[in-house]
């Protein structure tokens, strides 16, 4: 069956460096989507992106935050100068397009990166 | 704007008990999705369920049950006789579909989660 998948499955980095978190979604999904979860906490939407576009992004994806499709395949996510409370687990998802009613399909989503900022 | 609530934090049960778990919502839509995903202890996130909003019916999957109540704005998610292996975080979601005069790209609104640990 086809997944989701996430490199790398851990990042340490240093506050105040760049990251870029990279995911490669189903092949023939059409929409994708960040998520963060706090050690602990519950699952935080980030930025949702279709058409080579942001479609929807929360109040946590600031301007220290980017997202991209740089090819058929990958999609990234990028924190410019990191923080220490960007220490979470990132997940990507993406789900296929149905018409309208895109909703009602689960996402799927990769296993996860845990980003822990020193 | 969408919110999901799992009032219960942790649950403890010894195997082969049936276990519910609770999730109530609130959204201004009248066509949603809700969801429930699993969260084993390695951390991924396993889709287990999904309900429409206009299909009201409970169905049950294996030993998996829901129980849809659109009157009261909650999404209940039952395991029968449960097993060590189905100890995990539990997460409800929602999905609005963008009626409300809104737009909706199917972007999920978690609930905080529930702890169920199944002991032997």
Redesign the interface.
Known sequence: EPEVTQTPSHQVTQMGQEVILRCVPISNHL?F?W?RQILG?????LV?F?NNEI??KSEIFDDQFSVERPDGSNFTLKIRSTKLEDSA?Y?C?S?PDRGR????????????T?LSIL | AQKVTQAQTEISVVEKEDVTLDCVYETRDTTYYLFWYKQPPSGELVFLIRRNSFDEQNEISGRYSWNFQKSTSSFNFTITASQVVDSAVYFCALSEAGNAGGTSYGKLTFGQGTILTVHP
């Open positions: 929409y989507y998520y906490q519950k699952v935080e939407f949702s279709y479609s929807e687990m997940f998802a789900r009613f895109i909703s009602n399909q689960p996402q799927h989503f990769g296993d996860g845990r």
